[in-house]
Nanobody, 124 residues
């Protein structure tokens, strides 16, 4: 059974930082891709970052250069370091994975496993 559990959300002022964690069980992050998504108020869920098994990453344009995705294999955990945060980064952040790691693209519906999400609020 695959489970993803996010933590680390909270409130921060513009320009501040947060680090989100995604603890994964039943799915080896070292061998498969894992993504971070967010859903901002009034908008559709969007992928903000993805980490491939080989260690390379992709980022959405609005967060590139400010967010960094990484993992710690020994803890089977994926992180999202968010710096220079802006009010438009406010939203519910979730990590996700596809069955067998067979999909690593941006389409939300192709991901099979989701965490419960963690709320991030950035004030101006």
């Amino acid at each position: 059974q695959v489970q993803l559990v996010e933590s680390g959300g909270g409130s921060v002022q513009a320009g501040g930082s947060l680090r989100l964690s995604c603890q994964v069980s039943g799915y080896t992050v070292r061998d498969n891709c894992v993504a971070w998504f967010r859903q901002r108020p009034g908008k559709e869920r969007e992928r903000v970052a993805l980490l491939y098994s080989g260690g390379s990453a992709v980022y959405a344009d609005p967060v590139r250069g400010r967010f960094t995705i990484s993992r710690e294999d020994a803890k089977n955990t994926v992180y999202l370091q968010m710096d220079s945060m802006q009010p438009e980064d406010t939203g519910m952040y979730s990590c996700a994975a596809a069955y067998g790691g067979y999909y690593c693209g941006p389409i939300t519906s192709r991901y099979d496993y989701w965490g419960q999400g963690t709320q991030v609020t950035v004030s101006s």
